[in-house]
């Protein structure tokens, strides 16, 4: 009840192209699905987050898109850059104050100039 | 600038030796909580804190201690540190309450290695 089911595990992109990195989650309480990006040797660092009341958000070249009757939502990166090269992790909880976040397992990105 | 600082940020252990892992967080941040990062496995809540002297088990709390005797700090202690608790940690606040309760400022890890 409590998973989010993140895949791939890993990718490679080349330089331009879409990167696509998808999660499921069971708990239909969930109301808050953000994503974090992780450099190495850094910690995790919010990217883009949505609420289940919009199907997209877009912010720059990363978008989410996200589908509340399948419980999926989606990252995509646009035009990948090298630097986009990261782990991306989803997460999932009710929006109120102490709730813990539940993460996916993450995605090591790599794109590849 | 706002943050939450780890130290010891690499530690090489042994079996058995007691240690503290300091977290400090300057955003008066009333949520403070600890993952582990292992590869495979993601992140894995410890435990965490709604406030000063209110602590709560995570999802991997055997092991470890904790304690919130003051705002800005959360230690994660090892009281006995075994091989299996070799991993990479992180300690994490959130502001409570109102919308984006939940975003999380991270610190930069400890990797911790126990012989």
């Known amino acids: 009840q409590q998973q989010v089911k993140q895949s791939p595990q890993s990718l490679i992109v080349q330089k331009g192209g879409i990167s696509i990195i998808n999660c499921a989650y069971e708990?239909?309480?969930?109301?808050?699905f953000p994503w974090y990006q992780q450099f190495p040797g850094k910690g995790p660092a919010l990217l883009i987050a949505?609420?289940?009341?919009?199907s997209e958000k877009k912010e720059g070249r990363f978008t989410i898109s996200f589908n509340k009757s399948a419980k999926q939502f989606s990252l995509h990166i646009m035009d990948s850059q090298p630097g986009d090269s990261a782990t991306y992790f989803c997460?999932?909880?009710?929006?109120?104050?102490?709730?813990?976040?539940?993460f996916g397992k993450g995605t090591t990105l790599s794109v590849s100039s | 600038e706002a943050q939450v600082t780890q130290n010891p940020r690499y530690l090489i252990t042994v079996t058995g030796k007691k240690l503290t892992v300091t977290c400090s967080q300057n955003?008066?941040?009333?949520?403070m909580s600890w993952y582990r990062q292992d590869p495979g496995l993601g992140l894995r809540q410890i435990y965490y804190?709604?406030?000063?002297?209110?602590?709560d088990k995570g999802d991997v709390p055997e092991g470890y201690k904790v304690s919130r005797k003051e705002k800005r700090n959360f230690p994660l202690i090892l009281e006995s540190p075994s091989p299996n608790q070799t991993s990479l940690y992180f300690c994490?606040?959130?502001?409570?309450?109102?919308?984006?309760?939940?975003?999380?400022?991270f610190g930069a890890g400890s990797r911790l290695t126990v012989l």
């Open positions: 994490a606040s959130s502001m409570t309450g109102g919308t984006g309760a939940n975003v999380l400022t």
């Open positions: 708990n239909t309480a969930f109301d808050y």
């Open positions: 949505i609420r289940p009341d919009v």
């Open positions: 997460a999932a909880s009710i929006d109120q104050a102490g709730t813990a976040l539940i």
């Open positions: 955003m008066n941040h009333e949520y």
């Open positions: 804190s709604m406030n000063v002297e209110v602590t």
